[in-house]
């Protein structure tokens, strides 16, 4: 295959000259700087650089969490950089999931509950059903009705995985998701994440470690709110619409088989 699979896949992310400045009190701090990027279909990457480059800005950008102050952003070819906050958190509900470092669970709540939660927001249909299922793929339903004290970390990185699996979102992205993890535990979590990708899901993750960036497709490093790095460990299969009909592809692997 060429080098550029890549390039046959249908971009998901587009971003153009992306700045955003933040004013603090009479000072501008510009933590992008002019961003350019285009994330395609069933990419897989991590985001790093150091502390203050910017990764968090751009990843709520990407999140629609925030607009940039200048620069376009096109999210599935539509203008996202100026919408309101009410439309930007309809955005966000269909087409993004989160997984944070701290799983950002609601304590009281059952997995089960808090995997229907951004489903209830964005008001879809069969939410207990999409739930059930998002919970099956990670490997947790028989935990369906344990409270998150009643989870260990990893467990509770899994519910936050199955709520935002269960928005069927067009990127996850994921904020340090290992971060508050054992070294074992963090590897079953980067474990769903693969297959994931591998059954077709676009990922973006933030990390500090290079054991999981090198798990990812695709490297990007940030310094001072520019792009400073952007490498491919590999290139990506080949999408099934570029294959001749009747030709083989594999299956999708489940999470946990
Ligand atoms: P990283 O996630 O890579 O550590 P951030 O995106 O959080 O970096 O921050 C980039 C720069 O923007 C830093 O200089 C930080 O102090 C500044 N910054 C981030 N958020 C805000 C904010 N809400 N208000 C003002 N400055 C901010
Ligand atoms: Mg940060």
Redesign the pocket.
């Known amino acids: 295959m060429s080098a550029d699979t890549h390039g046959f896949r249908k971009p998901i992310i587009e971003l153009r000259d992306i700045e955003?400045i933040?004013?603090?009190g009479t000072e501008l701090?510009?933590?992008?700087r002019g961003v350019t990027l285009t994330i395609r279909e069933n990419e897989y990457v991590a985001i790093m650089?150091?502390?203050?480059?910017?990764?968090?800005?751009?990843?709520?950008i990407l999140g629609c969490l925030d607009i940039p102050t200048s620069g376009t952003y096109f999210l599935n070819g539509k203008d996202v950089a100026k919408l309101s906050q009410s439309k930007l958190a309809r955005v966000r509900g269909r087409q993004i999931g989160f997984v944070f470092q701290t799983f950002e669970l609601l304590p009281r709540t059952t997995a089960l509950k808090n995997v229907q939660m951004p489903l209830m927001y964005t008001q879809s249909p069969n939410r207990k059903a999409r739930a059930v299922a998002a919970l099956t793929r990670v490997g947790l339903l028989d935990r369906a009705h344990h409270r998150p004290n009643q989870l260990s970390g990893g467990q509770k990185q899994r519910v936050a995985i199955a709520r935002a699996l269960a928005q069927e979102p067009d990127i996850i992205l994921a904020d340090e998701p290992t971060g508050n993890l054992d070294s074992a535990t963090g590897e079953e979590i980067m474990n769903i994440f693969d297959s994931l990708h591998n059954e077709g899901q676009t990922i973006i993750v933030?990390t500090h470690e290079e054991v999981i960036a090198a798990r990812c497709h695709r490297v990007i490093r940030?310094k001072d709110?520019l792009l400073a790095t952007d490498t491919r460990n590999k290139e990506l299969p080949i999408s099934d619409f570029q294959l001749p009909t009747g030709s083989v592809t594999e299956t999708a692997t489940p999470v946990f088989a």
Do not use: E
């Open positions: 955003k933040y004013r603090v701090v510009r933590a992008l650089g150091p502390s203050g480059s910017g990764k968090s800005t751009l990843m709520n933030v940030l709110g």
